[in-house]
């Protein structure tokens, strides 16, 4: 039995439809990351699923329980939002054992549970702070500690760290995946970084317009993108689209617009010839060879760990990612060649996978 | 599990904080208004309150009103009244509000200070100023008398009575218009003010052309608010002139104050007080319209 | 680390100390220890060159002999002049009201007759009514506040417009019918008859302003409650109302003073029994013949609690006590 389970979700705001038949099952423990860019209804969906928003039809349904219409209390869920939303009248100890106290434990439990939470995320001495008294992290954590104390069924990640500047974010994305691999509590993470959601998430869920797009693990998603989309929203820098024309006449091959030919892989038996989006991802390139696409170099960034460069390639502005320091200056010419077993093809109406 | 959903539980439990209110102000104003409304079709009149209490002649005591001069001239003293004394508190409430509006530490406790005005019980500026109307004790009288300019009684005098009590109404409200000017002048992005002054505008064409378009909205706010303020005015009249000399201070409300509580004609009064709120009900639904606090999000 | 945890300038923690690698093993330092850390730095630093910076402020104001300071204390007696003559009047003894000379030996013989007449009842009838009406206003009107603040009702608009109406009307609309009711209902010159009208414009300045606080505070903070175990009013109650004390607490001063401060209402509906402070002093005017002393006197004992409440509400800003709550 799944411990989260949706059923055609629907909801609209007056005349703009934001989720459309949204289903999705949830195993005991996983941690999912819904990703998507903004409008997408991700934060819709997760308020639905705590409560905080009704869904126009369709089921919840929470350990075999069904939620469709139970107040946020009654759901055995907690919710870590994007602005932290810590009461700023109580102190850190009181913010966390708010639930507690509501749920009518003794004092000596509340305290107990409070410093068992506090403990490990290092917010012991902190306990008699206010919030106004503390850094971006640390109300971070206290936002965390609220929603563990309370031993829920599911956590619900709102954005938390969409706040926090860069070198945090990175230190707190462990935390994160830490404290779940500690708790072992099913975890629904709500990002617009896609980053986050393939370093921290069992299985990822891709949103767009209120439609699932994609659900599979990080890696899944990342080979094989069941559309354009996912294939250019996963993935940093971001996929290589080259717009031409699949050729099937005996061997398949593929021109692009301009007329330079590209390799291609094997290619499943029923396919038309036709407009075809071919992608490929930066770091699928590989450089020189006598097949080569002559691309002309237009900016170079060295990463440090990495060289992205920007070309000219069968007209199209194309970034190639490669591991070793490449020496190449803009304006100077390269020969380019795609790895023909990364090739990705989509249909160029309907964005769909072809091979 | 709840009974009812939550999103409906939870419009229920609001519309239960909201009920008692609603009853409540229905009851204590709805009703009344009402009941003033059905008074003014009556020539209700408390000393014969059963024979008077009849609708055969609904609309009389609003035709006696059209043709009534007493009324007529309450009206126009209202109106000479209201507009002389906001067009004042505007200007004053304008000019102190630009001096005022500077960031020494000083100033903000002259802007404390001048709140006092504005929140003394009406009836305690009524006796300051008869104090300072009447010569006999008045400082300011004794003052002009030993600089050798006597003056006679202001508010014994048909030609300055209306002006006197205007005055004394500005000197009461002014902080108003201060503290709304101040609010918006606050708001006021530097920007516009800095590019203006490389530009080498100078300080009337600053004001002229950047503050004053800024700060308009909050002086027509602050004017309608005085506007209805100023036909509820009743002790200053009260205690100063008492609507005198002769009728030349007696403004709408007084009028109405005495048809009710001197002559008893109840139906006659609520008829004068049923215009009087509709003249509240017209300048309040302009002031929704045009900025008030809450607008429907 | 050890951090005082009130905030006041503790010596546990110097700058140069923060400065310094924290002694100890460092490779566990966690980083919010060091955010503590440079977060007390901040906030004393931050403090004492406040607190250094309003002084130099004030002594600038005060030896400046710019213009606009002149001006302004120039304007300032002269605006405050009626009323603070109303106040030396009052002060004098009361065989020297038409003195010339502006010194005198202040004396508060006009306060004790005052307070031995009727006038002494009047102000406890004041009191208790203007204090009866703002408590009853808010028990309303603070509800319903938050329940037009939260709820998308559709008659919002015409329920904002009914309460701007009745702030605005005219005294005398309400006071015939009510005159009328009370007469046949025996509440005429009662406390009780006057709080219930009082509410007439209580009522709407409640739900007036309450509904611009509540508006202040974020709803996150609510919908983090309802998710911790609140319903409505439990999230209502110890979430909310507690951030908007400050508001809640102008609001009320508010109605005291409105209440306070009426004539009209008074005058009409009270006789003997419940006359309040203003019309009392009236009563001096007509019935015990133009005692000045005694006039100027009652004036400034009635102004007295409002002129008292505005200057300690007005000190009590709302000091963003969201700050911390909310990432701002």
Same mark, same amino acid.
């Given at each position: 039995?799944?411990?989260?389970?949706?059923?055609?979700?629907?909801?609209?705001?007056?005349?703009?439809?934001?989720?459309?038949?949204?289903?999705?099952?949830?195993?005991?423990?996983?941690?999912?990351?819904?990703?998507?860019?903004?409008?997408?209804?991700?934060?819709?969906?997760?308020?639905?699923?705590?409560?905080?928003?009704?869904?126009?039809?369709?089921?919840?349904?929470?350990?075999?329980?069904?939620?469709?219409?139970?107040?946020?209390?009654?759901?055995?869920?907690?919710?870590?939002?994007?602005?932290?939303?810590?009461?700023?009248?109580?102190?850190?100890?009181?913010?966390?054992?708010?639930?507690?106290?509501?749920?009518?434990?003794?004092?000596?439990?509340?305290?107990?549970?409070?410093?068992?939470?506090?403990?490990?995320?290092?917010?012991?001495?902190?306990?008699?702070?206010?919030?106004?008294?503390?850094?971006?992290?640390?109300?971070?954590?206290?936002?965390?500690?609220?929603?563990?104390?309370?031993?829920?069924?599911?956590?619900?990640?709102?954005?938390?760290?969409?706040?926090?500047?860069?070198?945090?974010?990175?230190?707190?994305?462990?935390?994160?995946?830490?404290?779940?691999?500690?708790?072992?509590?099913?975890?629904?993470?709500?990002?617009?970084?896609?980053?986050?959601?393939?370093?921290?998430?069992?299985?990822?869920?891709?949103?767009?317009?209120?439609?699932?797009?994609?659900?599979?693990?990080?890696?899944?998603?990342?080979?094989?993108?069941?559309?354009?989309?996912?294939?250019?929203?996963?993935?940093?820098?971001?996929?290589?689209?080259?717009?031409?024309?699949?050729?099937?006449?005996?061997?398949?091959?593929?021109?692009?617009?301009?007329?330079?030919?590209?390799?291609?892989?094997?290619?499943?038996?029923?396919?038309?010839?036709?407009?075809?989006?071919?992608?490929?991802?930066?770091?699928?390139?590989?450089?020189?060879?006598?097949?080569?696409?002559?691309?002309?170099?237009?900016?170079?960034?060295?990463?440090?760990?990495?060289?992205?460069?920007?070309?000219?390639?069968?007209?199209?502005?194309?970034?190639?990612?490669?591991?070793?320091?490449?020496?190449?200056?803009?304006?100077?010419?390269?020969?380019?060649?795609?790895?023909?077993?990364?090739?990705?093809?989509?249909?160029?109406?309907?964005?769909?996978?072809?091979? | 599990?709840?009974?009812?959903?939550?999103?409906? /539980?939870?419009?229920?439990?609001?519309?239960? +904080? *909201?009920?008692? &209110? @609603? =009853?409540?102000?229905?009851?204590?104003?709805? $009703?009344?208004?009402?009941?003033?409304?059905?008074?003014?079709?009556?020539?209700?009149?408390?000393?014969?309150?059963?024979?008077?209490?009849?609708?055969?002649?609904?609309?009389?005591?609003?035709?006696?009103?059209?043709?009534?001069?007493?009324?007529?001239?309450?009206?126009?003293?209202?109106?000479?009244?209201?507009?002389? /004394?906001?067009?004042?508190?505007?200007?004053? +409430? *304008?000019?102190? &509000? @630009? =001096?005022?509006?500077?960031?020494?530490?000083? $100033?903000?406790?002259?802007?404390?200070?001048?709140?006092?005005?504005?929140?003394?019980?009406?009836?305690?500026?009524?006796?300051?100023?008869?104090?300072?109307?009447?010569?006999?004790?008045?400082?300011?009288?004794?003052?002009?008398?030993?600089?050798?300019?006597?003056?006679?009684?202001?508010?014994?005098?048909?030609?300055?009575?209306?002006?006197?009590?205007?005055?004394?109404?500005?000197?009461?409200?002014?902080?108003?218009?201060?503290?709304?000017?101040?609010?918006?002048?606050?708001?006021?992005?530097?920007?516009?003010?800095?590019?203006?002054?490389?530009?080498?505008?100078?300080?009337?064409?600053?004001?002229?052309?950047?503050?004053?378009?800024?700060?308009?909205?909050?002086?027509?706010?602050?004017?309608?608010?005085?506007?209805?303020?100023?036909?509820?005015?009743?002790?200053?009249?009260?205690?100063?002139?008492?609507?005198?000399?002769?009728?030349?201070?007696?403004?709408?409300?007084?009028?109405?104050?005495?048809?009710?509580?001197?002559?008893?004609?109840?139906?006659?009064?609520?008829?004068?007080?049923?215009?009087?709120?509709?003249?509240?009900?017209?300048?309040?639904?302009?002031?929704?319209?045009?900025?008030?606090?809450?607008?429907?999000? | 680390?050890?951090?005082?945890?009130?905030?006041?300038?503790?010596?546990?923690?110097?700058?140069?100390?923060?400065?310094?690698?924290?002694?100890?093993?460092?490779?566990?330092?966690?980083?919010?220890?060091?955010?503590?850390?440079?977060?007390?730095?901040?906030?004393?630093?931050?403090?004492?060159?406040?607190?250094?910076?309003?002084?130099?402020?004030?002594?600038?104001?005060?030896?400046?002999?710019?213009?606009?300071?002149?001006?302004?204390?120039?304007?300032?007696?002269?605006?405050?002049?009626?009323?603070?003559?109303?106040?030396?009047?009052?002060?004098?003894?009361?065989?020297?009201?038409?003195?010339?000379?502006?010194?005198?030996?202040?004396?508060?013989?006009?306060?004790?007759?005052?307070?031995?007449?009727?006038?002494?009842?009047?102000?406890?009838?004041?009191?208790?009514?203007?204090?009866?009406?703002?408590?009853?206003?808010?028990?309303?009107?603070?509800?319903?506040?938050?329940?037009?603040?939260?709820?998308?009702?559709?008659?919002?608009?015409?329920?904002?417009?009914?309460?701007?109406?009745?702030?605005?009307?005219?005294?005398?609309?309400?006071?015939?019918?009510?005159?009328?009711?009370?007469?046949?209902?025996?509440?005429?010159?009662?406390?009780?008859?006057?709080?219930?009208?009082?509410?007439?414009?209580?009522?709407?300045?409640?739900?007036?302003?309450?509904?611009?606080?509540?508006?202040?505070?974020?709803?996150?903070?609510?919908?983090?409650?309802?998710?911790?175990?609140?319903?409505?009013?439990?999230?209502?109650?110890?979430?909310?109302?507690?951030?908007?004390?400050?508001?809640?607490?102008?609001?009320?001063?508010?109605?005291?003073?409105?209440?306070?401060?009426?004539?009209?209402?008074?005058?009409?509906?009270?006789?003997?029994?419940?006359?309040?402070?203003?019309?009392?002093?009236?009563?001096?005017?007509?019935?015990?013949?133009?005692?000045?002393?005694?006039?100027?006197?009652?004036?400034?004992?009635?102004?007295?609690?409002?002129?008292?409440?505005?200057?300690?509400?007005?000190?009590?800003?709302?000091?963003?006590?969201?700050?911390?709550?909310?990432?701002?």
């Amino acid at each position: 039995m799944p411990a989260l389970s949706l059923r055609n979700i629907r909801k609209s705001f007056g005349s703009a439809s934001i989720l459309r038949d949204i289903s999705l099952d949830i195993d005991e423990g996983e941690f999912i990351a819904l990703v998507g860019p903004s409008g997408c209804g991700k934060s819709t969906l997760l308020r639905i699923i705590a409560g905080l928003e009704a869904e126009d039809s369709g089921d919840i349904d929470l350990a075999g329980r069904r939620i469709n219409h139970a107040a946020p209390r009654d759901r055995d869920i907690a919710m870590v939002f994007q602005n932290y939303a810590l009461y700023p009248h109580m102190t850190v100890a009181q913010n966390l054992g708010f639930s507690l106290k509501l749920a009518g434990h003794k004092p000596a439990d509340i305290s107990r549970r409070v410093k068992e939470a506090a403990q490990p995320l290092g917010l012991a001495s902190l306990l008699d702070r206010h919030p106004r008294q503390l850094s971006g992290g640390q109300r971070q954590r206290v936002a965390m500690g609220r929603a563990i104390v309370r031993n829920p069924r599911a956590f619900l990640f709102d954005e938390p760290l969409s706040n926090l500047d860069a070198k945090l974010r990175v230190q707190m994305r462990t935390e994160i995946k830490a404290l779940h691999q500690r708790l072992g509590t099913t975890t629904i993470y709500v990002t617009h970084d896609q980053v986050e959601a393939m370093t921290m998430a069992d299985r990822i869920v891709v949103l767009k317009d209120g439609v699932v797009e994609q659900a599979g693990t990080p890696l899944a998603l990342y080979d094989r993108p069941e559309n354009a989309f996912v294939a250019g929203f996963v993935g940093s820098p971001a996929m290589n689209f080259i717009v031409g024309k699949l050729q099937i006449n005996g061997q398949s091959r593929f021109v692009a617009d301009d007329g330079t030919t590209l390799p291609l892989g094997p290619l499943p038996s029923a396919l038309d010839g036709g407009s075809v989006l071919y992608g490929i991802r930066p770091e699928h390139f590989a450089i020189g060879g006598e097949q080569g696409v002559d691309s002309r170099v237009v900016v170079v960034e060295p990463t440090g760990s990495e060289t992205h460069i920007a070309v000219r390639f069968a007209d199209h502005d194309v970034i190639a990612a490669f591991r070793e320091r490449i020496d190449a200056r803009p304006g100077e010419r390269l020969k380019l060649m795609p790895r023909q077993e990364y090739v990705h093809l989509f249909d160029a109406q309907s964005g769909m996978r072809l091979n | 599990m709840t009974i009812l959903p939550w999103e409906a /539980s939870r419009k229920r439990a609001f519309i239960i +904080g *909201l009920a008692p &209110a @609603l =009853l409540v102000l229905g009851a204590i104003t709805l $009703l009344p208004t009402l009941a003033l409304i059905v008074v003014s079709f009556t020539p209700l009149s408390l000393t014969d309150p059963i024979n008077t209490f009849h609708f055969n002649n609904p609309l009389g005591n609003y035709r006696q009103l059209w043709a009534d001069t007493r009324f007529l001239n309450s009206v126009s003293v209202q109106l000479k009244l209201s507009l002389s /004394s906001v067009a004042l508190q505007l200007v004053v +409430g *304008l000019g102190v &509000a @630009l =001096l005022l509006n500077a960031r020494q530490a000083i $100033l903000s406790a002259v802007r404390a200070v001048f709140l006092i005005p504005m929140v003394l019980p009406p009836i305690v500026v009524a006796l300051i100023w008869k104090i300072m109307y009447t010569p006999e004790v008045s400082p300011l009288h004794r003052m002009l008398e030993n600089v050798g300019l006597p003056v006679e009684s202001l508010i014994t005098n048909p030609d300055m009575a209306l002006w006197a009590i205007s005055f004394a109404e500005t000197w009461q409200w002014f902080p108003f218009t201060m503290l709304m000017v101040l609010a918006a002048l606050q708001m006021m992005p530097d920007d516009p003010l800095e590019a203006a002054r490389i530009d080498g505008a100078n300080r009337w064409q600053i004001f002229k052309y950047i503050v004053f378009p800024y700060i308009r909205p909050a002086l027509v706010i602050a004017g309608l608010f005085r506007l209805i303020d100023s036909f509820k005015a009743f002790p200053l009249i009260y205690v100063l002139t008492n609507g005198g000399p002769g009728t030349v201070t007696e403004v709408t409300n007084f009028y109405g104050f005495i048809q009710a509580f001197n002559f008893s004609y109840w139906g006659y009064a609520s008829a004068i007080a049923v215009l009087m709120l509709a003249g509240a009900f017209l300048l309040s639904w302009l002031i929704s319209r045009w900025g008030g606090h809450h607008d429907d999000e | 680390m050890t951090m005082s945890n009130s905030g006041s300038q503790s010596a546990a923690i110097t700058p140069a100390g923060v400065d310094r690698p924290a002694a100890g093993p460092s490779a566990t330092r966690s980083l919010e220890q060091a955010d503590s850390a440079h977060l007390a730095a901040h906030v004393r630093k931050g403090r004492s060159t406040e607190s250094a910076r309003r002084t130099a402020a004030w002594l600038v104001g005060i030896a400046s002999i710019d213009g606009r300071v002149v001006g302004a204390l120039v304007l300032l007696l002269v605006v405050m002049f009626p009323f603070l003559w109303l106040v030396q009047l009052s002060l004098r003894p009361t065989n020297d009201i038409f003195g010339e000379s502006l010194l005198f030996v202040p004396s508060l013989d006009s306060f004790r007759s005052l307070l031995q007449s009727h006038f002494a009842g009047s102000f406890v009838n004041s009191l208790i009514v203007s204090t009866a009406s703002a408590g009853l206003s808010l028990l309303f009107g603070v509800p319903a506040a938050y329940a037009l603040t939260r709820c998308r009702f559709r008659a919002r608009g015409r329920i904002a417009l009914w309460i701007l109406v009745t702030r605005m009307a005219p005294p005398i609309a309400f006071t015939i019918p009510f005159y009328m009711a009370y007469r046949w209902s025996g509440l005429l010159d009662t406390n009780l008859g006057l709080i219930i009208v009082y509410l007439t414009f209580n009522l709407a300045i409640v739900i007036w302003l309450m509904q611009t606080y509540f508006a202040a505070i974020p709803q996150a903070l609510e919908e983090a409650a309802y998710i911790d175990g609140c319903g409505v009013w439990s999230a209502f109650w110890r979430v909310t109302l507690p951030l908007t004390a400050p508001g809640l607490a102008a609001t009320a001063v508010l109605c005291f003073v409105f209440s306070w401060n009426d004539f009209f209402y008074a005058l009409i509906l009270t006789r003997t029994n419940a006359t309040t402070a203003p019309v009392a002093i009236v009563n001096f005017l007509q019935y015990e013949g133009w005692e000045w002393p005694k006039i100027a006197a009652s004036g400034t004992l009635v102004m007295l609690p409002v002129v008292i409440f505005t200057i300690l509400v007005r000190s009590y800003l709302v000091r963003g006590m969201t700050a911390g709550g909310i990432k701002d």
